[in-house]
């Protein structure tokens, strides 16, 4: 027989577009602003990154950026269990909605569960008071430098590269060794990519 766990959907809406709230929301360099147990320290390791909490450091693997604002992410514990955490930004009229489940894991009480609930419901209160901000931007870089922008056209991701620069990431931005998405997109980029960061803006 099959079981489930117990899930609690956890939403908010963002008056930003939804391009612009996928963008600042799937850089992982951007946690500290808005997740609170997720944010005391964010830092690239390999092909994931690795986070500094209150229970001490955790992994964090991330989807690939796509064009549909899925931003499923898998949290690995210190001793190795693995959460699983679906996310969506989908548009909503003119704003976005963006939706988080989460799910009960086998050890966790009701107590807990619930406290956890509103912990990452206050997250994304948290998301939703600094996007509401115009002057939050969604090409923070990251330690190296890099926005978002730049990682989209190096991993050669076109469908992320439009979200971008239609949430208004700036393609002259260099990161610290003096490389901008532009430059990025004439160098090795497919042809998708290097006529998007050609058009004039």
């Known amino acids: 027989m099959i079981k489930f766990k117990e899930v609690r959907y956890l939403r908010v809406a963002i008056e930003r577009e939804p391009e612009a709230v996928y963008a600042f929301t799937s850089n992982p ?3 500290p602003q808005w997740a609170m147990g997720l944010g005391q320290g964010v830092q690239r390791a390999g092909d994931h990154w690795e986070v500094k909490t209150e229970q001490g450091t955790v992994g964090l693997r991330f989807t690939p950026h796509n064009k ?14 693995e959460v699983y955490v679906p996310m969506r930004v989908m548009p909503n009229g ?12 086998p050890e966790m009480d009701a107590t807990a569960f619930a406290r956890d609930a509103g912990r ?12 509401a901000d115009p002057a939050t931007r ?18 050669q991701q076109p469908a992320a590269v439009r979200l971008l620069l ?20 004439q160098t090795g980029a497919s042809a998708e990519i290097a006529v998007l960061l050609a058009a004039p803006r």
Request: proline share 4%; charged share 20%; no cysteine.
């Open 29 to 31: 360099e951007n946690l």
């Open 68 to 81: 549909y604002g899925v931003l499923d992410h898998t949290v690995v514990l210190a001793d190795g269990t």
């Open 94 to 105: 003119t704003g976005s909605e963006v939706m988080l489940v989460l799910f009960r894991q």
């Open 120 to 131: 990452m419901q206050n997250d994304l209160a948290a998301l939703k008071a600094l996007l």
């Open 138 to 155: 969604v090409d923070t870089p990251d330690a190296d430098g890099r926005t978002a922008l730049l990682h989209a056209v190096l991993a």
């Open 166 to 185: 239609a949430a208004g990431a700036d393609p002259g931005r260099a990161d610290r060794a003096g490389l901008t998405p532009r430059q990025a997109a």
